[in-house]
């Protein structure tokens, strides 16, 4: 099944906005242009959708677009794709304990003004 653009972002709320950036990676194999429509086949619709799940677990679009032309190389890429995916957990994963040691101080200047009130009261 062929969709445009408009079409593919509607069906699948992909935005506009990146269906262009795929568009102009040069990345869309079966995508042809047809009386100035672009027409994404099912293909076209699975490699979107490695985007959207690429982009939704925080890379940024050089990281999705270096990703991508790994994928279409193959499988002898599958050891490097399996790196950046690995490189982009490690680095989530030092957002998250940062985010956690934050979190924890909120809470501990929370405790001290919490006890600090408490203290007055007595």
């Given at each position: 099944m062929k969709m445009t653009i408009?079409?593919?972002s509607r069906r699948y709320k992909i935005p506009v906005e990146i269906?262009?950036?795929?568009e102009s990676w040069g990345l869309?194999?079966?995508?042809?242009?047809?009386m100035g429509d672009w027409q994404y086949g099912e293909e076209d619709i699975q490699r979107l959708s490695m985007i959207m799940t690429l982009h939704d677990a925080g890379f940024s679009s050089r990281e999705t677009e270096e990703y991508?032309?790994?994928l279409l190389e193959g499988e002898a890429t599958r050891?490097?794709?399996?790196?950046?995916?690995?490189?982009?957990?490690?680095?989530m994963l030092d957002e998250i304990?940062?985010?956690?040691?934050?979190l924890d101080r909120l809470d501990y200047l929370r405790y001290k003004m919490q006890q600090a009130r408490s203290s007055r009261r007595s």
């Open positions: 408009d079409e593919a269906l262009r950036e795929y869309c194999g079966a995508v042809k242009q047809v991508m032309r790994l050891k490097e794709r399996l790196e950046i995916l690995s490189r982009r957990r490690d680095s304990h940062l985010k956690e040691k934050q």
